[in-house]
């Protein structure tokens, strides 16, 4: 089977119990990559068999996955044919994945910090108002633990996400919760989101946390959103690669 990569490099498909599972990956990777345009019709089942080496059941079970995620449908007499990308599927975790690879000119990530940065903002001026002081002190103690890994810039990346996952259950927005851990997660796996960590970087994030932290414990729920937006938003900016622009402030 042949590696099909995005500028990233190669795809690492699942590999479980579930062989549906790799046909799956391999399969929406050329889709969102535009190997197969729109409109276009994936190979046939006896093709798509032969280059896999599985089952026909296995394959019909591949593409009604496909079909759920909104990439393709299936037609009698016409086959089973690439959707546009607008209907697609972009919190499906596959699909998000091979988009984030493939996302040359990097939109992708800039509609996905907006979109964190939107959720959070809301996220943060709630939790100002109904944190318990339980849910505060933990707070607080996370960022003396973000404090004292300021030189280990992997730890610290961690520690980070920690943070605003504190910040997040404290909010009790479930959804939005969940939504921001499933994109969030799948972002971090790309390079081109890290970038590479700064001391500077490093200093104005652990300064924007405290001030997050201290407008949270003094109940400052406009002020929190205000500054969780410019933060997520400006640390995105300042570590985004040069490629046509930045994401603006919101």
């Known amino acids: 089977m042949t590696d099909f990569g995005g ?7 699942r590999r479980s119990g579930r062989l549906g599972d790799t046909v799956v990956t391999y399969l929406v990777d050329r889709i969102v990559a535009g190997r197969y345009e ?3 019709a994936l190979p046939t089942e006896p ?10 059941t296995v394959v019909r079970e591949s593409i009604k996955l496909l079909e759920e995620k ?16 607008p209907g697609w599927n972009l919190l499906d975790p596959i699909v998000l994945e091979a988009q984030i690879r493939h996302d040359r000119e990097l939109g992708i990530l800039d509609d996905l910090v907006s979109v964190r940065a939107a959720l959070e903002s809301d996220m943060v001026a709630v939790a100002a108002r109904v944190i318990t002081a339980e849910q ?17 810039p992997d ?20 959804l939005g919760h969940a939504i921001i851990h499933s994109i969030h997660g799948k972002a971090r796996l790309s390079s081109r989101y890290n970038g ?55």
């Not at 500028?7 to 498909?13: R, V, Y």
């Not at 093709?47 to 026909?56: A, K, N, Q, T, Y």
């Open 136 to 152: 505060q002190q933990a707070l607080a103690d996370q960022i003396e633990v973000l404090a004292a890994h300021l030189g280990d």
């Open 38 to 40: 729109v409109d276009s």
């Open 70 to 85: 909104g990439l393709v449908r299936a037609t009698p007499g016409r086959g089973t044919r690439v959707l546009e990308a």
């Open 196 to 250: 590479t960590p700064t001391v500077e970087g490093l200093d104005r994030s652990m300064g924007e946390h405290r001030q997050i932290e201290a407008l949270i414990r003094a109940g400052e729920a406009e002020r929190a959103g205000a500054l969780m937006r410019t933060h997520i938003v400006g640390s995105w900016n300042r570590r985004r690669p040069a490629v046509h622009g930045a994401l603006r402030r919101g």
């Open 155 to 174: 730890r610290y990346a961690a520690e980070d996400v920690v943070f605003h996952e504190l910040i997040m259950a404290a909010s009790g927005n479930r």
């Open 7 to 13: 500028p990233l490099g190669p795809i690492q498909p």
């Open 47 to 56: 093709e798509l068999c032969e280059e896999f080496g599985v089952s026909r």
